[in-house]
């Protein structure tokens, strides 16, 4: 609806989330930034010149920035064409195959970092085989960031290529486009607001990357988050750790800001079509050597490190047995737990579980708060919606660019003393899990929505509708898809989230990838077997919900 | 049944789309508003659903002022241009959709969909997925979702836009033959005369945000009000004409009018059934500049004329009797066929 009403729409879905997020990100970082940067009654701002200036962190920011604009760019090199195997061919095993290509993404960082250092390290299967190591080289690092984000790119450039009409290229062919013409004048600008939410979301994860670097880079390489990290938990620098943590936040709104002027050139309502109707058999000899290069690529990148996972937990200390998996239902000896560690996998489970009901909830609504009718365009009232539209819009990515390790270290000394005490709360962990899915649950759901066309909306409130029914009734069988896609991103993130749970979960009440870590953490085969008994059940939790999902997609037409 | 006085709409603040636009539909009555493209004839709907404020003027349905009513509680029923079906529901789902927004019963809604599915002639398409249906099956489903919940008034934006030429002939008459016998009370918008006077018990005729001229489709047809709707009914014989007792000069010669024509200057408008090709030498000398053959029952045959003097000449003839393009002609002018119009805005021939 115009007018008057539809602003109090927007305004009533966007209270939720701007209260989420005031509540438990907003105060958090505040917290931080008081008590690094507020000592002796005043703002000690000196110590941003004292920071900036040491040659140590120029050389971390430095690092930061470059090593996230390679891996981005390699990740979309290595993707896309996985993106338009997944959107366009039809194969036996696709589901699989899909899933597969996920489960990375969804893997604790510092597992995953060790799989790597497995594959390719010192004593790995490439040095074994081969004597070659990457682990030495920043190679390490950009691929196991591929290795993370090629799903992200495939499931959001993907999932969004295999709705374009394929009739689209077709007609541009007519009209005398070559092949490649044809692709990069009609499809690749359709493709251009997914690619950039894909990219965006990969710098941002890689500016942010910690866990992987914990692992592979060693001494000489480390990223922002890695030094606040160090700074907080090893060196007890609190001032320079918020400086830090401001210098992070300032770059994701620089990078947040690039987004959201591109965005608003970009936007334009696409038909979208059923998704199942676009794919193909691959014909002819290029479309079979792409699928094959495809393949060889996720078998390379993706399944031979979580096959030396695999492998690893299996290898007992005399050769194959299930050593390691008896040993998690056992009391630990050396006090790792206070429990025995299998019962991780009913928290992370439950934990993420409501992470995700949170996410969903506050997601959805920013998410149809950004795509109300009359959020775009307009001169007046209507650009001032606008503007506050986008505002929110950069409001909710930030927790994404912002680093975990902050939000977990501010959730422990903000929220553990009135007005806000939830250090004994079970709800705790959920929230700072729901915090890093919202903007999984916003970049899935607002492309999709904003390609609902309007006048369905119309169609619906001429037949009776209320904006609100209207939006259930329309909108959302539409994007059911869409729902569950980012439902199953919110569920996976969660389970993996490392950075934020480390510092929040109860000793007695470990996730997977906290009682990983903690496994890590310990010297001895024992403990690094039980590890990766750990993450392979992890892996396979992860692997079967998103078979799941993969299963109850939009069954398509017909549906009542 | 719907009054509207004085509506205009104004989008960005200067390009205007409906201008003090005043209209009334009788309950039962089938109005057809008739234009080119952007003459803000779909805007007139889309203000009448709600879907758009008007900026100044008063809608009224039976009555009650519209404002500030939303689109959803206003129980008018619009039909889109291109359908808009659900395409996630079938076919009885979208017939349905209405019904259960105003909260119908299980029972109630499954009775109400399956008769009006008969009646727009797709009994067994319920279970259909409306991707299927071919456009003259999607117009019907459309048709049915729309008069499902009983609207009091159902709007019609380019009802038949998109279907080929022979369907349109024949849907036109069923809905007209429907709408009668339901009493339905119809406002639908074309930029198709045919349509619009096949389907329409009055038609009015929008020009760049007004009515240029309403009325029933004969008087229309007849008379229109000025040199646009004239051009706009397809008529192109348009010459400035000073009209003296029951002859008009005119730069094609003397033309004779009906008696009661109004005198003075005038423009003139000659159907192109009123010129009539003569024996050569007797009338108006001109040369056959294009010949197009139409087809149709009387194999009517369209020759453009270039008359010795004055604007180019349409006419209308049997393919027997016709010129050959290049040839010669001679015509003169039926009175029952010329008529007399203001004589402002005099357009450029063309």
Redesign the interface.
């Known amino acids: 609806?115009?007018?008057r009403?539809g602003t109090w729409a927007r305004l009533g879905l966007m209270a939720g989330p701007v209260v989420f997020f005031a509540v438990f990100f907003g105060y958090p970082v505040a917290a931080i930034v008081g008590r690094g940067l507020h000592e002796d009654g005043r703002w000690q701002w000196g110590r941003f010149g004292e920071v900036l200036g040491d040659p140590d962190i120029l050389r971390v920011l430095w690092f930061t920035v470059w090593q996230a604009a390679a891996s981005t760019a390699l990740t979309l090199a290595v993707a896309l064409p996985g993106a338009w195997v997944f959107a366009r061919l039809d194969f036996p095993g696709k589901r699989l195959l899909r899933a597969v290509v996920t489960v990375p993404f969804v893997l604790p960082t510092v597992v995953a970092g060790s799989a790597f250092l497995a594959l390719a390290g010192r004593g790995g299967v490439l040095d074994e085989w081969f004597g070659v190591r990457l682990d030495t080289s920043v190679w390490a690092i950009l691929l196991a960031h591929v290795f993370f984000n090629y799903a992200v790119v495939v499931r959001t450039v993907g999932g969004f290529w295999a709705q374009l009409d394929p009739r689209q290229e077709e007609a541009a062919r007519m009209l005398g486009a070559g092949r490649l013409a044809a692709w990069r004048r009609v499809t690749l600008p359709a493709l251009a607001p997914s690619l950039g939410a894909a990219a965006l979301i990969v710098y941002l994860f890689t500016f942010t990357s910690f866990g992987v670097i914990q692992v592979l880079g060693g001494p000489r390489y480390a990223t922002l988050e890695v030094e606040i990290y160090r700074q907080t938990e090893a060196l007890l620098q609190l001032p320079t750790a918020a400086v830090l943590t401001l210098v992070q936040f300032a770059a994701v709104a620089v990078l947040l800001a690039v987004h959201a002027r591109s965005v608003r050139r970009r936007e334009s309502a696409l038909r979208l079509v059923?998704a199942e109707q676009t794919a193909h058999r691959p014909a002819g000899a290029g479309q079979w050597t792409v699928l094959a290069g495809v393949l060889t690529v996720v078998a390379l990148l993706l399944v031979a490190p979580l096959a030396v996972l695999v492998q690893r937990a299996f290898q007992g200390p005399d050769g194959w047995s299930l050593a390691w998996f008896r040993a998690l239902g056992r009391e630990s000896a050396s006090g790792t737990f206070a429990v025995p560690p299998v019962e991780a996998i009913g928290n992370s489970l439950s934990y993420a579980a409501a992470a995700t009901g949170i996410a969903l909830l506050i997601g959805v609504s920013a998410a149809a708060a950004l795509t109300l009718p009359g959020s775009r365009r307009g001169?007046g009232r209507a650009a001032r919606a606008g503007r506050l539209v986008r505002g929110f819009d950069a409001l909710l990515m930030l927790p994404l660019g912002t680093s975990a390790v902050t939000v977990g270290f501010g959730f422990l000394i903000a929220l553990d003393e009135p007005p806000l005490d939830l250090r004994s709360s079970w709800i705790l962990v959920p929230l700072a899990q729901a915090l890093v899915g919202v903007p999984f649950v916003i970049r899935t759901m607002v492309p999709v929505l904003r390609s609902v066309?309007v006048?369905?909306r119309?169609?619906?409130?001429?037949?009776?509708?209320?904006?609100l029914?209207?939006w259930r009734?329309?909108d959302l069988?539409?994007v059911r898809r869409a729902v569950l896609v980012s439902a199953g991103f919110a569920f996976a993130v969660s389970l993996g989230e490392f950075g934020a749970t480390v510092f929040i979960a109860r000793p007695d009440a470990p996730t997977l990838p906290v009682a990983v870590a903690r496994m890590l953490g310990r010297a001895g085969e024992a403990h690094y077997g039980q590890a990766m008994a750990l993450s392979t059940i992890l892996m396979l939790v992860c692997a079967g919900v998103l078979l799941a999902l993969e299963r109850v997609r939009?069954p398509g037409?017909?549906?009542? | 049944m719907l009054q509207l006085e004085d509506v205009t709409v104004r989008f960005?603040?200067h390009t205007t789309a409906l201008e003090g636009v005043s209209l009334r539909v009788a309950d039962g009555e089938i109005v057809c508003v008739l234009g080119p493209s952007g003459s803000g004839k779909s805007t007139l709907l889309r203000v009448v659903?709600?879907?758009?404020?008007a900026d100044a003027g008063r809608v009224l349905l039976a009555g009650r002022d519209l404002a500030g009513v939303?689109?959803?509680?206003?129980?008018?029923?619009?039909m889109?241009q291109d359908h808009?079906l659900?395409?996630?529901?079938?076919v009885?789902?979208n017939v349905a959709?209405?019904l259960r927004?105003?909260g119908s019963g299980r029972a109630e809604t499954e009775g109400r969909v399956a008769e009006l599915l008969r009646l727009v002639g797709l009994p067994d398409a319920g279970?259909?997925?409306?991707?299927?249906l071919s456009g003259g099956e999607q117009q019907r489903v459309a048709l049915a979702?729309?008069l499902a919940?009983r609207p009091r008034l159902l709007m019609l934006d380019e009802p038949l836009g998109q279907l080929d030429r022979g369907l349109r002939e024949r849907l036109v008459v069923e809905l007209r033959a429907l709408f009668h016998r339901l009493g339905t009370t119809a406002l639908a918008v074309t930029h198709d005369h045919g349509e619009a006077f096949a389907l329409a018990d009055r038609v009015v005729i929008m020009r760049e945000g007004r009515i240029a001229q309403a009325g029933g489709p004969l008087e229309v047809w007849q008379r229109p009000a000025d040199a646009f709707v004239a051009r706009f009914l397809g008529f192109d014989n348009l010459v400035p004409a000073t009209v003296r007792g029951e002859r008009a000069e005119t730069a094609w010669g003397t033309v004779p009018v009906p008696a009661g024509t109004p005198q003075g200057e005038r423009l003139l408008l000659v159907r192109p059934h009123g010129v009539r090709l003569r024996p050569a030498g007797e009338g108006l000398e001109c040369t056959v500049e294009a010949r197009t053959f139409r087809g149709g029952d009387g194999s009517t045959v369209t020759v453009l004329l270039r008359p010795r003097q004055g604007p180019a000449l349409e006419a209308a003839c049997t393919l027997r009797e016709a010129p050959g393009e290049g040839s010669g002609a001679w015509v003169d002018f039926d009175p029952r066929e010329v008529v007399a119009l203001p004589p402002q805005d005099v357009p450029a021939a063309g």
Not at chain 1, 557 to 560: A, K, P, S, T
Not at chain 2, 70 to 78: E, N, T
Not at chain 2, 86 to 90: E, V
């Open positions: 609806m115009p007018g009403r059923p001169t066309d006048r369905l119309e169609a619906a409130a001429v037949l009776g509708a209320s904006p029914r209207a009734e329309v069988p539409l939009t037409q017909g549906e009542f | 960005g603040g659903a709600g879907l758009q404020d939303p689109a959803h509680k206003r129980g008018v029923g619009l889109f808009q659900f395409p996630q529901r079938d009885a789902g959709f209405g927004m105003h279970h259909r997925a409306v991707a299927a979702r729309a919940p």
